[in-house]
């Protein structure tokens, strides 16, 4: 059996230029990062300003077990197959962080036979995207510490600095560090921090932002710290914007990659869903939907996370409304919800499907929520039995759910042609999409409605330091945005051990954080962190280049 690497590299890939005249796109437009990958540049967003938008079709999960269940495969799957029967689709992805390429979960291109190429660039460099942002966001960080050391005529609280380092690598070390140190010559001594790169802000930003001046304005809406009077001090007063988003610019614009079908992709923005808004940029979406009759996209992690931030954050404020929503499962995900250890879910055991089942059911109820058709796409692995797929497929016919057992892992987008057929006819159906909270609603309540709504939880308590942010954050005339909840992507709860459909149980939101720019609030709940770390065996040590320089070990 050929690994996701291998079967990659034996593709026949088509010059990115050709994918790019099958889509309708000028040879000005394209700026072209070697033979296989390019960005797309300004010019085609006023050029098809006026064109009418295509469907859009969101691709969400059921809650995953530690190894990801197959929500970017069945995104490009299902692309790939809407082609084969006919249809003009463009898919549009995020791009991955070298954090989970080297830890555990592994990269953003997909799997199998449903992959985007050219898959070893996309998951490493790529078109240096995550280093711009990266760059912008610690620039920021470079003109605190410097303004700090030269006079501080803004009077920045140096004990109220909000806005930190970020790098796009897991390191548990540099969660907390004291930066300054060495005498008066290196800065001012004080606590600080990393996140990872699809954490901050920046990566936020970039991907809600409409154009470059919106992008910029954004920037300089970040709130950095608070000064010695309790005012609050923004990016725009240290006069830092501009140049971030010189560095920003050319990240700005959207990437066009294929797939192993040779059918479009564009890969753009990577925030994660469990400590961010887990969506690619709304120009990518945008721009497929110009492009294309469908755009299938995708949010990340389960429907409680990815999903819901989507729909109520970036469709929101991109005036979005999806046509269709897929929800992936797995049998394996299901037995895991249903208690079994991860190195059992390949084993038959229809006793734990039947238990966690309550998850899959929990997600098709929530997204219903949202007024918008959904289809069930079950992901198949070759260890599941005809008696897993018989109990499954009984339950999803009596919950009245159109639902379609996939192959596209195996069999590319032949394996998904059904999928696809039942995608088009879900997006012909009437759909009436609302959010499921009033944004002018106080942080407190929205955050009710969305634990209640779509966590199943009794209730929300706040640590005094939550309560303190909350408080300021509403002083600051911010209470009125979105919420974007950092928790872990294993359970409906904060709790990663409370697996199915839990009940019975509180929500606890430990820290508040305003970011203005990006326009959402950030409520960290449980032992949630936005610096992972490596785990015991990090997917790096087995990733390798030989002396022809192929990548070797990369999934």
Do not use: W
């Amino acid at each position: 059996m050929l690994t996701d690497i291998e079967i990659a590299q034996q593709c026949t890939m088509l010059p990115i230029a050709d994918i790019a005249e099958r889509l309708g796109v000028l040879p000005e437009e394209l700026e072209p990062y070697g033979r296989y990958k390019a960005k797309l540049s300004e010019g085609i967003f006023s050029r098809l300003e006026g064109r009418k938008d295509g469907k859009l079709v969101l691709v969400t999960a059921i809650n995953p077990t530690p190894a990801g269940e197959g929500k970017t495969t069945t995104t490009v799957g299902l692309g790939q197959a809407m082609h084969r029967i006919g249809k003009n689709a463009v898919i549009a992805l995020r791009e991955p962080s070298l954090g989970p390429v080297f830890g555990v979960k592994g990269g953003a291109a997909g799997g199998g036979y449903s992959q985007v190429v050219p898959m070893e660039d996309i998951n490493l460099h790529f078109t240096g995207d995550m280093h711009a942002i990266t760059a912008a966001n610690n620039l920021l960080c470079a003109m605190i510490d410097n303004h700090l050391q030269q006079g501080n005529t803004l009077s920045i609280d140096p004990r109220r600095i909000l806005f930190k380092r970020c790098m796009d690598m897991n390191d548990r070390a540099l969660r907390q560090v004291v930066v300054g140190l060495g005498g008066k010559p290196n800065g001012m001594p004080r606590e600080d921090g990393f996140q990872i790169t699809v954490a901050s802000e920046v990566m936020a930003i970039l991907c809600l932002a409409a154009d470059l001046a919106d992008l910029k304005k954004r920037l300089g809406d970040i709130l950095i710290a608070y000064n010695l009077s309790g005012e609050p001090v923004y990016c725009r007063d240290l006069e830092a914007h501009g140049a971030m988003a010189a560095l920003l610019k050319d990240a700005l614009k959207p990437n066009l990659v294929q797939t192993l079908e040779n059918t479009p992709a564009l890969m753009h923005g990577g925030p994660f869903a469990n400590i961010a808004h887990g969506c690619n940029s709304v120009r990518a979406t945008k721009l497929a939907l110009k492009l294309g009759d469908y755009c299938i996209t995708e949010a990340g992690f389960g429907s409680d996370l990815g999903a819901e931030k989507f729909l109520d954050i970036k469709c929101r404020y991109a005036g979005l409304a999806p046509s269709a929503i897929v929800l992936v499962a797995t049998m394996r995900a299901l037995k895991y919800n249903g208690g079994v250890p991860k190195k059992e879910v390949s084993q038959e055991n229809v006793d734990a499907l039947k238990k966690g089942v309550s998850n899959l059911e929990a997600h098709i109820d929530n997204l219903h929520k949202f007024g918008v058709p959904v289809v069930v796409a079950i992901n198949r692995f070759y260890t599941d039995t005809e008696a897993e797929i018989s109990f499954l497929t009984d339950f999803l016919t009596q919950k009245g759910v159109p639902f379609s057992l996939c192959e596209h892992f195996a069999k590319g987008g032949e394996g998904a042609i059904d999928l696809a057929n039942k995608v088009v006819a879900a997006c012909e159906e009437e759909s009436s999409f609302r959010f499921l909270y009033d944004e002018k609603l106080p942080i407190k309540e929205k955050m009710a409605i969305i634990a209640r709504e779509i966590y199943g939880a009794d209730g929300v308590n706040y640590t005094p330091a939550a309560e303190k942010a909350i408080k300021d954050i509403t002083a600051l005339g911010k209470g009125d945005l979105p919420i974007c909840v950092a928790k872990t992507q294993y359970s409906l709860s904060d709790d990663p051990s409370l697996l199915g459909r839990p009940t019975g149980f509180t929500i606890t939101v430990k820290e508040a954080r305003l970011s203005a720019g990006a326009g959402f609030v950030v409520l960290l709940t449980g032992d949630i962190m936005t610096m992972p770390g490596l785990p015991k065996q990090p997917a790096a040590c087995k990733i390798d280049v030989d002396e022809q320089g192929s990548i070797l070990g990369l999934f």
